[in-house]
């Protein structure tokens, strides 16, 4: 039986590994679960799976689930928050696993953390590897750590990597839907709303990564991760749109062979690909039928209109704490945008300011890091009033 810790097991990836461990009943076991604010959800989590330790963001939550689980008479269950309770939950002891979907650079210490105790990462938190990938894959690399990618994309280029032996990659082709306003123009873009930007066509996903999807912003974050998880460099990264979502990435070989992956959008997959890995064990669910499929649409993406993903690309190239800059001016933006305090456009008009404003420090460590973060939501706040 793989014992696993779940954090963010409130959001969409986590819920949807929760129910991969209600399916596959008896081979995996729950031993900590980690949630932001959801504290309904979690008691729910909590009384189905009885996990050994679970945390909450804010005290005054934890002091509230431990009453309510006292109700229950569930008293196995520790109850603790914060930074400290969140990395307490990556490194709970029984785990094998630590399956990191915590949105933001909340991710990093706890990623860090269970790197160093030993425990397996899937990894589902973008921003980890982002900003901090010069830091990460080093340690996993010291303590001979296995990172597994649960992002589709991310996902779809390690399962055409198995097998390959020896044969080095000469090109990843990162799929993209293109999102909601796919081959609109900057002038429709600009009266889009918050309820328009959160429709996306193919999958269903927590409020920020379907606006990130949007601004084709998600997909300059998962150019940098691939480059990070497949040590490539930003020339040997190129995002082709594919409406449907069917082929989730490719892998061009030197030898001029491409694999793909391809199926129906389901996260499920690449979560329990995670979890099994090196087994691939059956998933219920819809299968793709190529006869109604009939073809396969791609197009390049439109980098003028949705400038996000060409500065993901220079904030890869320009590297140290740059793609920190334009990750936290990003989730600040976004959040802006949520609020319906900013427009559409102001998301990526956000972003470049910030990265422009910014000083680079050239190999940042974890302190400079988080330190950027902090400066880049200072610079926001004093210059969006």
């Given at each position: 039986m793989k014992k696993i810790a779940v954090l963010g097991s409130t959001g969409s990836i986590g819920t949807q590994t929760l129910e991969i461990v209600r399916e596959r009943a008896g081979e995996f076991q729950v031993t900590a679960l980690a949630a932001g604010s959801n504290l309904s959800l979690l008691e729910q989590q909590t009384a189905e799976f009885r996990p050994k330790l679970v945390s909450l963001t804010k005290e005054s939550d934890a002091k509230e689930l431990r009453e309510r689980l006292r109700l229950r008479n569930i008293y196995s269950t520790e109850v603790v928050y914060g930074m400290d309770g969140l990395t307490a939950c990556a490194c709970e002891e029984d785990a094998d696993m630590t399956v990191n979907a915590v949105v933001g650079m909340v991710g990093i210490l706890p990623t860090v953390a269970a790197v160093k105790a030993g425990k397996e990462i899937a990894l589902a938190n973008k921003e980890t590897l982002v900003t901090a990938g010069h830091i990460?894959?080093?340690?996993?690399?010291?303590?001979?750590?296995?990172?597994?990618?649960?992002?589709?994309?991310?996902?779809?280029?390690?399962?055409?990597?198995?097998?390959?032996?020896?044969?080095?990659?000469?090109?990843?082709?990162?799929?993209?839907?293109?999102?909601?306003?796919?081959?609109?123009?900057?002038?429709?873009?600009?009266?889009?709303?918050?309820?328009?930007?959160?429709?996306?066509?193919?999958?269903?996903?927590?409020?920020?990564?379907?606006?990130?999807?949007?601004?084709?912003?998600?997909?300059?974050?998962?150019?940098?991760?691939?480059?990070?998880?497949?040590?490539?460099?930003?020339?040997?990264?190129?995002?082709?749109?594919?409406?449907?979502?069917?082929?989730?990435?490719?892998?061009?070989?030197?030898?001029?062979?491409?694999?793909?992956?391809?199926?129906?959008?389901?996260?499920?997959?690449?979560?329990?690909?995670?979890?099994?890995?090196?087994?691939?064990?059956?998933?219920?669910?819809?299968?793709?039928?190529?006869?109604?499929?009939?073809?396969?649409?791609?197009?390049?993406?439109?980098?003028?209109?949705?400038?996000?993903?060409?500065?993901?690309?220079?904030?890869?190239?320009?590297?140290?704490?740059?793609?920190?800059?334009?990750?936290?001016?990003?989730?600040?933006?976004?959040?802006?945008?949520?609020?319906?305090?900013?427009?559409?456009?102001e998301i990526t008009e956000i972003l470049e300011r910030a990265m422009d404003a910014h000083t680079k420090i050239n190999n940042p460590t974890l302190e400079e890091v988080l330190s950027t973060e902090a400066e880049t939501y200072s610079y926001i706040r004093e210059h969006s009033r």
């Open positions: 990460i894959m080093p340690l996993v690399k010291k303590y001979k750590g296995k990172l597994l990618p649960v992002d589709s994309e991310h996902s779809a280029v390690f399962q055409c990597l198995q097998g390959a032996g020896e044969q080095s990659v000469e090109k990843l082709f990162l799929t993209a839907s293109g999102g909601p306003f796919f081959g609109k123009t900057r002038e429709e873009l600009r009266s889009i709303t918050v309820e328009q930007a959160l429709q996306h066509p193919n999958w269903a996903m927590g409020k920020k990564i379907t606006v990130d999807s949007s601004t084709l912003v998600n997909k300059g974050l998962e150019v940098m991760e691939a480059g990070w998880l497949f040590s490539l460099t930003p020339e040997q990264i190129e995002v082709v749109v594919q409406p449907k979502s069917i082929i989730h990435s490719m892998v061009q070989f030197d030898d001029g062979a491409v694999l793909a992956q391809l199926g129906v959008p389901d996260m499920k997959l690449p979560i329990q690909y995670a979890l099994t890995y090196p087994n691939r064990l059956r998933l219920a669910g819809e299968r793709l039928n190529f006869f109604d499929l009939q073809k396969i649409e791609f197009y390049r993406p439109d980098t003028e209109t949705f400038r996000a993903l060409a500065l993901a690309y220079d904030a890869f190239r320009e590297g140290g704490s740059l793609p920190a800059v334009y990750n936290a001016a990003n989730e600040m933006a976004v959040a802006l945008f949520l609020e319906h305090k900013i427009g559409y456009l």
